[in-house]
């Protein structure tokens, strides 16, 4: 069984500072890795794609990747109360299907 | 350029009732998801086409659910006879699969009831 955990949350942090949150993966062969965030009632929106180790920086999202550790993060700087949201861990095991973990919500307080 | 569409938005059905749901994908995109997602859970894959083809359809319980992608576009997905514990959110996603990118863009969803 491939597995993408998160942790449930909330995460709550006050605003202006950083949300890191964090999702490990069991399939030491996936290759691509992607950040959606889920507003209450609303679709899935992708935010960030990462592919190799290292950083990968959008705006005020930084996505982290780390095959060695099986482990991917995604940072959020400046956190808004717009931020608040449930953020999806996804991972692409075989090429083209996606497993996602439970999701961590967010809550950021003004 | 137009997202993944999708409809009807909301569902309600008693159980024992036949429902569909229907999907137009982003233009371009080859690739066509379903995925129902209950809540508090992330999405969970029901089947992925490529163009026409239903190239993984492990996870559809195919003695109720059954799904269609004809022309290689529009895509429908049928319960007969929807169950209380098919009360979910039933997504759609494409994406441009071998073309391009492998990344997903998911529509609105239908939230569907059963009582």
């Known amino acids: 069984q491939k597995e993408v955990e998160q942790n449930s949350g909330p995460l709550s942090v006050p605003e202006g500072a950083i949300a890191s949150l964090n999702c490990t993966y069991s399939d030491r062969v996936s290759q691509s890795f992607f950040w959606y965030r889920q507003y209450s009632g609303k679709s899935p929106e992708l935010i960030m794609s990462i592919y190799s180790n290292g950083d990968k920086e959008d705006g005020r999202f930084t996505a982290q990747l780390n095959k060695a550790s099986q482990y991917v993060s995604l940072l959020i700087r400046d956190s808004q109360p717009s931020d608040s949201a449930t953020y999806l861990c996804a991972v692409d095991n075989a090429g083209n299907m996606l497993t996602f973990g439970g999701g961590t919500r967010l809550m950021v307080k003004p | 350029e137009a997202g993944v569409v999708q409809s009807p938005r909301y569902k309600i059905i008693e159980k024992k009732q036949p429902v569909a749901f229907w999907c137009n994908p982003i233009s371009g995109h080859n690739t066509l998801y379903w995925y129902l997602q209950n809540l508090g859970q992330g999405p969970e894959l029901l089947i992925r086409?490529?163009?026409?083809?239903?190239?993984?359809d492990s996870q559809l319980p195919k003695d109720r659910f059954s799904a269609e992608r004809l022309k290689g576009v529009d895509s429908t997905l049928k319960i007969q006879p929807a169950e209380l514990g098919d009360s979910a959110v039933y997504l759609c996603?494409?994406?441009?699969?071998?073309?391009?990118?492998?990344?997903?863009?998911f529509g609105p969803g239908t939230r569907l009831t059963v009582t």
């Open positions: 086409y490529e163009n026409e083809e239903a190239v993984d």
């Open positions: 996603a494409s994406s441009l699969g071998r073309q391009g990118s492998y990344e997903q863009y």
